[in-house]
C-alpha cells in the first residue's frame, strides 16, 4: 500500500492539473482581446471545513503488524475558486488551499501526528436543484502535500517497537473524495474518504512509512465577494521560460549501517505557460548519486564520475496559487551506473515557493517505482 501511494497521488496530481489546463489554458488571451470580448466578472469564493476523522494506522509492512490501531483526529481545511462567469456560463476552476490536521495514532508506540499542507482540489461531481440552485451537491478529489511531526520514532531503547519511521520531521501527503452537500445558501455538510501518509524520503532509517486509511466528516462555510476583473488588471506571460535548479539531498540506506550520503543535481527546464495557473515542465537532470558504490559494512570504492552520475529526461506540471506551486514529474534514466538499480523510470512531487520574479524555492520527493530514492531540497533561478 505504501508504494502505491506515491504513483496514486501522481495519477490525481495530473489529473487535477490536466483539468486545469482544459479549464482556462487560453484565460488570459481571452481577457486581452479587448475589442471583441467583455470583461470578466468574478466570484470570489473561500471555502472553510471543519471535519472529525476516523481510520486506523496500516501495517503494510510485516515488522509493523503491533503497531495496528484505531486513529481519531481534526481536520481544518481552506479552499479558494474563482467561478468565472462570461455571457452568463460559469466555469470552475481548481480550488486551492490549505489544509491543517492532527491525529491521534492510538497507542503510546505509535503517538500523535500533526501536519499542515497545500490543498488541490478539483471538482468531478455537480447536481444542482432547479426549484432551489442554492441547494447542490458536488464531489471531488484532493491531494495535499506538506510536512507532518510525530510525536514518536524509532529508538533502539526507548521505542523499538516503532519500527516505521526514523524521524520527528517528515514528509506528508494526503489524496481523498469529497462530497458536499450544501443545505442552505453558504452551509455545508460533508463526508471525505481517503489516505494519509507520512514518511521522510530515507532521510533516517527506517522509513516504512506511515499509512492511515479515513473517513472524514464535518461541516463548512463558503463566503463571497464579487470582483470586475478587468483587462488590463491581466499580464501577459511569456510562452516559455528557462529555469536553471541545484538540489541536495541526504540519503541514509540501511538500519545496521548508517553511513550517511548526499546527493546533488543540477536541472534545466523549460517551462510551457499554460495559464496563470499552470505551466508544463520538460527537464534534463544530472544527478551525483554515491550510493551506488554502497556495500553494506565494506568500505566505499574509490570515487569516480561514470559511478556517481545519472543523467535523466522528465516532463512534469507544476500548479500555482499565490507564490506557492505544486510539482508533478514522471522522468527516464538516460544514463546510470547499474541499470539493475532502480527502476528505468522515477516520479517526482513537491512544493516550490517564489521568493521573487527570477528566484524559487524548491523541495521535491524523487522516487523509483513509487519508492522513495531521496528528498531534495535547493533553489531555482528563472531567466
Not at 496530481?13 to 479549464?23: E, I, K, M, N, R
Not at 470552475?92 to 489544509?99: A, D, M, T, V
Not at 533502539?156 to 520531521?169: M, Q, T, V
Not at 543540477?266 to 548519486?289: K, M, Q
Request: net charge positive; hydrophobic share 40%.
Amino acid at each position: 500500500m505504501k508504494k502505491r501511494l506515491i504513483q496514486i497521488g501522481l495519477f490525481f496530481g495530473f489529473f487535477f492539473f490536466g483539468c486545469t489546463s482544459f479549464l482556462f489554458g487560453n484565460s488570459t488571451v481571452f481577457i486581452q482581446d479587448t475589442a471583441k470580448k467583455p470583461a470578466l466578472l468574478v466570484s470570489k469564493q473561500s471555502s472553510y471545513t471543519l471535519g472529525l476523522v476516523n481510520g486506523f494506522l496500516l501495517p503494510h509492512h510485516e515488522d509493523m503488524q503491533q503497531m495496528y490501531a484505531h486513529i481519531s483526529g481534526l481536520q481544518f481545511q481552506m479552499l479558494a475558486t474563482d467561478k468565472s462567469r462570461v455571457n452568463d456560463k460559469e466555469r470552475i476552476s481548481q480550488r486551492l488551499g490549505y489544509l491543517l490536521s492532527y491525529y491521534d495514532l492510538g497507542s503510546q508506540v505509535n503517538g500523535k501526528a500533526f501536519s499542515t499542507a497545500l490543498l488541490v482540489s478539483s471538482d468531478v461531481l455537480y447536481w444542482q436543484s432547479v426549484k432551489r440552485p442554492s441547494k447542490y451537491v458536488n464531489g471531488s478529489f484532493k491531494l495535499g502535500l506538506g510536512l507532518g511531526y510525530l510525536t514518536q520514532k524509532y529508538d533502539a531503547k526507548l521505542n523499538p517497537e516503532n519500527r516505521a519511521i526514523g524521524s520527528h520531521i517528515n514528509g506528508f501527503m494526503q489524496i481523498g473524495l469529497s462530497v458536499e452537500a450544501h443545505v442552505f445558501s453558504k452551509a455545508k455538510v460533508f463526508v471525505e474518504f481517503g489516505m494519509s501518509h507520512f514518511s521522510n524520503a530515507c532521510w533516517q532509517f527506517p522509513n516504512l512509512g506511515i499509512n492511515l486509511p479515513y473517513i472524514q466528516y464535518g461541516m463548512g462555510i463558503d463566503l463571497y465577494r464579487k470582483v470586475d476583473l478587468k483587462p488590463k488588471q491581466q499580464l501577459q506571460s511569456p510562452l516559455w521560460k528557462k529555469t536553471l535548479s541545484l538540489r541536495i539531498g541526504k540519503k541514509e540506506i540501511d538500519l545496521d549501517d548508517d553511513r550517511i550520503f548526499y546527493n546533488a543535481l543540477a536541472e534545466f527546464t523549460f517551462e510551457r505557460y499554460l495559464s496563470p495557473l499552470s505551466n508544463l515542465r520538460y527537464s534534463i537532470t544530472y544527478y551525483h548519486d554515491r550510493t551506488y558504490q554502497f556495500k553494506k559494512f565494506e568500505k566505499l570504492e574509490d570515487y569516480s564520475i561514470g559511478a556517481t552520475s545519472e543523467l535523466t529526461l522528465s516532463i512534469g506540471y507544476e500548479t500555482r496559487f499565490g507564490k506557492w506551486g505544486i510539482l508533478a514529474d514522471l522522468g527516464v534514466y538516460v544514463y546510470k551506473p547499474d541499470f539493475k538499480k532502480k527502476t528505468a523510470y522515477y516520479e517526482g512531487i513537491g512544493l516550490s515557493y517564489q521568493i521573487n520574479q527570477n528566484y524559487k524555492a524548491i523541495v521535491r520527493l524523487k522516487a523509483n517505482k513509487t519508492v522513495a530514492d531521496f528528498a531534495e531540497f535547493g533553489l531555482g533561478y528563472t531567466f
